[in-house]
């Protein structure tokens, strides 16, 4: 049997226009008016029409696109509604099926020259359709009996006997209410007239019958249009095309020609595309399987594997098998310029050793103690201690044992307005001392009642690093069991089936989370035994199964190496953690403070700090500053001052002494260190004392003071 695709029949457009001649074309409501549901499917070729050359027709929400050539399949059709045709003025309206309006055949103009014409016009099952009424307009003789001009008959019933001729029993209705009956020959010739029936159809009886449906009607309500009516039936046309995924629906109406193509292209096969996770619904005799790639993955992938970019429009790929796999989503740690994330297989050989987490608040700490209790963490930042806030002292290398979370009374302002804050309480640990093994053990329950807890608010900002013991080796399918998510982890041996692990060399990786993710193992036929895993959830790509065979002899499947770590990008994560519905509160803020309280504080704070600024910003009386000494005219660095000069306190200012006494004090020399004793110069310091009687209180200045004041205001006026 000669098998052909659509895409190898519809490439060549000589072979179609050559399929299509000589064939007559149908306008297709009326060919699928024609057809009987027994006889689907059937395919039917576009010629021409509305439709000439390609055109998209929006229906009901889908797109229906048909162009010269197309070959359209039809598995199914449905009565829609009714299209009405005023015969008159060729007006066309609808009526649904359901119609509950009544009509009356409107008898032909045209006479028949036989009965057996009229009858056969006659709806199916004539019995039940009768009686009904004709006219003669020549006259008939039958026997004895004689039939005039214009006799009208009423058709009783239809009388068929074996090796006769079947008859036909009419009542004849004569002059002054003379009636007969009469059998009458069903081959009888004549001019016969029908007369219009007192029977009345409904929509649904007339689109049963082929024979009422090629009929005139009239309305018999008086109050609408009493016009002849050419009653036809519009289908729901249930079909499939080429490279379509689904059944799509159109209704047959459509002014567009076709041709019945159905002997001729009995074996050509439609092409269905299917998405990924629609692959995964195939029953499993279907793999292995060549498949072609109909629509490529897209270039803003969300994944970054060297497969990737191999799977291109009109390439081949192998499904080997479907089915579910358990995977973990590791991320790198935050101090590398780019930080990775890898979605790894839980079959990864690599093995693993547990690393500390680091926290940078206490809520961070209290979450992570809710899945990890007994958590242990020591202090890598200095933090001061300030009871107003309710914050505690820390010092690098504190040990802290995180016991549990707590609601406490926070006194702020003083006034004793207390706001309830959650805290986490916490045992300040001892580090255990090498030499004293022997006492520990003694005094073990000494030190439990005399450990210290403190509080930590949750809005507490600090530095901390997990304390941990563990130096196992783990496979990543027992991490994921016997510990709780998120950990921290370092490759400490590689997987021996990759060829370039990509974990290993990482410092740190974390475990995002677990998942049990849906996944094809495929191959390239170029080298079938490299297989890797694609994400089903996380990969749009369309694709077809072919009847290719499958590259390697004698059915026999090639052992594979399963590639088992795939890189991702952080809008992977982004979307793992909105799918999992990780909506976690964030931290908590630190209570309000009262307002006047906080207003005097601050102004407290603002002013130490305005006071302490401008102690550091001023120089010292006793000496310029640096920039001030290094501002020369040729760069030289000036003379070092005199170590009586060079003290951290502030020269003694005392009241004017009298003219009789001296003040000695030590001078700078340039370029030239003068070296004092200490004691000596504590001691001329000390000789300037204040004068309790003297009436004035101005500042006695040091003369080696004063020199250096003018040289330093001299060089920034210079500057």
């Not at 576009?46 to 696109?65: K, R």
């Not at 050989?349 to 992570?368: H, Q």
């Not at 006194?411 to 804050?421: D, E, F, I, S, T």
Request: aromatic letters at 6%; proline letters at 7%.
């Amino acid at each position: 049997m000669l098998h052909l695709t659509f895409s190898n029949f519809t490439s060549r457009g000589g072979a179609a226009r050559r399929l299509m001649a000589g064939m007559a074309a149908l306008p297709l409501q009326q060919l699928i008016a024609s057809f009987d549901k027994s006889t689907l499917p059937k395919i039917l070729q576009v010629c021409s029409g509305v439709y000439f050359q390609g055109s998209v027709y929006e229906i009901s929400g889908s797109e229906v696109s048909f162009s010269t050539g197309d070959l359209i399949k039809v598995i199914n059709i449905e009565l829609l509604s009714v299209s009405c045709k005023d015969v008159g003025n060729n007006d066309v309206f609808e009526l649904p099926i359901n119609h509950t309006g009544l009509f009356k055949v409107v008898p032909e103009e045209m006479p028949y020259s036989t009965l057996e014409e009229m009858l056969s016009l006659r709806p199916v099952g004539l019995d039940s359709c009768l009686p009904f009424t004709f006219s003669i307009r020549s006259k008939i003789s039958v026997g004895g009996f004689t039939l005039g001009a214009g006799s009208v008959l009423t058709v009783l019933s239809v009388e068929r006997q074996p090796g006769e001729e079947d008859g036909v029993r009419c009542h004849v209705r004569g002059q002054q209410d003379v009636s007969a009956e009469v059998c009458l020959p069903i081959s009888s010739h004549g001019e016969f007239r029908e007369c219009e029936s007192e029977e009345c159809f409904t929509v649904r009886d007339i689109m049963s019958s082929p024979c009422l449906c090629s009929r005139r009607f009239r309305f018999v309500s008086t109050t609408k249009s009493q016009r002849a009516l050419v009653l036809s039936p519009i289908y729901q046309v249930h079909a499939v095309m080429n490279l379509r995924k689904n059944i799509f629906k159109f209704p047959s109406s459509l002014e567009v020609d076709v041709v019945d193509v159905t002997e001729a292209c009995g074996d050509v096969e439609f092409v269905t595309p299917l998405s990924l996770p629609e692959v995964l619904s195939q029953p499993e005799e279907c793999f292995p399987a060549v498949i072609e790639i109909l629509e490529a993955p897209d270039t803003h992938s969300m994944l970054r594997c060297s497969w990737l970019p191999e799977l291109s429009k009109d390439s081949h790929v192998i499904f080997h098998k479907i089915g579910t796999s358990a995977m973990v989503l590791l991320s790198s740690s935050k101090g590398r310029k780019t930080q990775q994330y890898f979605l790894v297989s839980q079959q990864y050989a690599g093995r693993f050793r547990r690393r500390p987490r680091e926290f940078d608040s206490a809520y961070e700490l209290y979450v992570a103690s809710m899945q990890s209790p007994g958590l242990k963490v020591s202090v890598t930042r200095s933090c001061e201690e300030d009871e107003e806030e309710g914050l505690p002292g820390l010092s690098v290398g504190d040990l802290l044992e995180v016991v549990r979370c707590d609601a406490v009374q926070l006194a702020r302002g003083g006034r004793g307005q207390n706001q309830a804050v959650e805290a986490l309480l916490c045992r300040r640990l001892q580090e255990p001392d090498d030499d004293d093994e022997d006492e520990e053990d003694e005094e073990d329950e000494q030190q439990q009642d005399g450990m210290e807890e403190i509080l930590l608010p949750l809005f507490m900002r600090g530095h901390f690093v997990e304390v941990i013991a563990d130096n196992k080796k783990y496979k990543l399918k027992d991490l994921c069991k016997q510990f709780s998510l998120p950990l921290d982890v370092k490759v400490v041996s590689r997987d021996a089936q990759l060829e370039a692990d990509p974990l290993v060399g990482f410092a740190s990786l974390r475990i995002e989370g677990a998942m049990s993710e849906p996944t094809i193992q495929a191959s390239f036929p170029n080298r079938p035994d490299r297989c890797f895993e694609m994400p089903t959830q996380w990969l749009s790509m369309s694709v077809s199964f072919t009847r290719l065979a499958l590259p390697w002899a004698g059915g026999h499947t090639p052992e594979c190496r399963v590639e088992r770590v795939i890189e991702v990008t952080d809008t992977f994560l982004y979307e793992f953690r909105k799918q999992g519905g990780e909506d976690a509160p964030p931290p908590p803020r630190p209570p309000k403070r009262n307002l006047s309280t906080s207003a005097s504080s601050s102004s407290k704070k603002s002013s130490k700090k305005t006071s302490e600024e401008g102690k550091s910003r001023r120089p010292d009386k006793g000496a310029p500053t640096e920039e001030m000494a290094s501002l020369t005219v040729n760069r030289r660095r000036p003379a070092p001052l005199a170590p009586g000069i060079l003290d951290d306190q502030p020269p003694p200012v005392g009241p004017r002494k009298p003219p009789a006494a001296k003040v000695t004090s030590a001078k700078a020399r340039p370029n030239t260190y003068v070296k004092m004793d200490q004691s000596k110069k504590k001691e001329e310091v000390a000789q300037i004392t204040a004068d309790e009687d003297s009436d004035h209180d101005y500042e006695t200045l040091d003369e080696s003071f004063a020199t250096v004041v003018k040289k330093a205001n001299e060089n920034v006026c210079f500057y």
